[in-house]
């Protein structure tokens, strides 16, 4: 069984910055692929970035590459995504997840594990 919790979410101005994290507890295996979603009121839940454990190999959604940063820590057992330039479309419920197929998928659907989530609204 595994854990997450998020944390860091919270209201911004456009063009800010937030800092989230997820603490993973339970049974995480170096193959295992950490990732971070997010879901907007009347949208689908959307990938935004992942990362693996073992090696660090990173894949991220098209609308963050160049303003989000995903990382890991492997001695505390967390992740981190850390947004700048934050833009009112970037609104939603941010949630951790990890699977465990070492592929860095962006389907929702892969992730077996999920956190509980953290709001993030930025405003205009």
């Known amino acids: 069984q595994v854990q997450l919790v998020e944390s860091g979410g919270g209201l911004v101005q456009a063009g800010g910055s937030l800092r989230l994290s997820c603490a993973v507890s339970?049974?995480?295996?170096?193959?295992?692929?950490m990732g971070w979603f997010r879901q907007a009121p009347g949208k689908e839940r959307e990938f935004v970035a992942a990362i693996r454990w073992s090696d660090g190999r990173l894949n991220y959604a098209d609308s963050v590459k160049g303003r989000f940063t995903i990382s890991r820590d492997n001695a505390k057992n967390t992740v981190a995504l850390q947004m700048d330039s934050l833009k009112p479309e970037d609104t939603a419920v941010y949630y951790c997840a990890t699977e465990a197929s070492f592929i860095l998928s962006t389907r929702a659907t892969a992730y077996d594990y999920w956190g509980q989530g953290t709001q993030v609204t930025v405003s205009s």
């Open positions: 339970g049974r995480i295996f170096r193959n295992n692929v």
